[in-house]
């Protein structure tokens, strides 16, 4: 269902990227991988890219082909680099390639984001998430941050909340929609990557491992990276504006534990 697409994924050089990157390859995908980093064994072609800013998604938009059928957005950051840096790269970076790409996006492409069960509490802080989302363009990250009095430790998780809003929203954004691009999210729960020890950092080890223990193992990227390409794929032509938990059960687990079911 790959065969013969190209396909953008950020985040290649480790972790669920570098194993989306390599499967997307195997299903016979042409692969454009993009990070900040160089990647050992590139799966593909290979551009160096900071989307950590405008002028560094303007400078990746440059360099890349005038058709593509999907964008995988998997590159991220833990939030121990601060808020401002991870709202910069999880959310407005991601969400600047994304607009930027969407007129080189076939029609019938696809969009995936690499969301994250971090981002669960996005319905209980919605006013927020809404008016963080509502802001256009690349904004001075700074400013928001300031603005919405988010503080360091809150970067990830409001990151991934306004990640699955934006998601739901650019569904039915005409950019994406008159072209029927479907934009979809996959939220995986703790992933054995680079990123988890620094999770375990900011989170401390008794919150990660309770999340573990819920599902009796932590995930690894080969879990993830099917679904992800899944979605890429025309086999998902009738599922946009999703959000895909990939986490072994685990948001089911907390649903029934907030719900009380
Ligand atoms: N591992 C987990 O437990 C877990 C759980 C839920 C969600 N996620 C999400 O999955 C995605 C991938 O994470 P991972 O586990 O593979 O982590 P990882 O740290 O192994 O990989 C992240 C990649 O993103 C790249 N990156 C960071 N900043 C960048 C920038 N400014 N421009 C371009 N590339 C940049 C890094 O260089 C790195 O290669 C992230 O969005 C993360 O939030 C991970």
Known sequence: MLFGKTILITGVASGIGART??????????????????PAAPAGSFVKADISSKAGVDDLIASLPQRIDALCNVAGLSGNTGAVSTLAVNFYGLRALSEALAPRLREGGAIV?????????????????????????????????????????EGYPVSKELLLLWTFRAAHQELFKNRGIRVNAVSPGPVETPILKQFRNVL???????????????????????????????????????????DGGLEASINAEVLGF
Not at 21 to 38: P, Y
């Open 113 to 153: 984001n690499v969301a994250s069960i971090a981002g669960y509490g996005w319905r209980a802080n919605l006013n927020r998430a809404a008016s963080m989302v509502g802001i256009e363009g690349f904004p001075d990250v700074a400013k928001v941050v300031a603005d919405h009095q988010v503080k360091n430790e």
């Open 204 to 246: 401390g080890d008794a919150r990660v491992d309770s999340d573990i223990a819920r599902v009796g193992r932590a995930g690894t990227s080969g879990d993830i990276a099917p679904v992800v390409l899944f979605l890429c794929s025309d086999g998902a032509r009738w599922v946009n504006g999703a959000n895909v938990p990939v």
């Open 21 to 38: 990157a390599e499967l997307a390859g195997q299903f016979g995908a042409d692969v454009i991988g993009v990070d900040v980093r160089e």
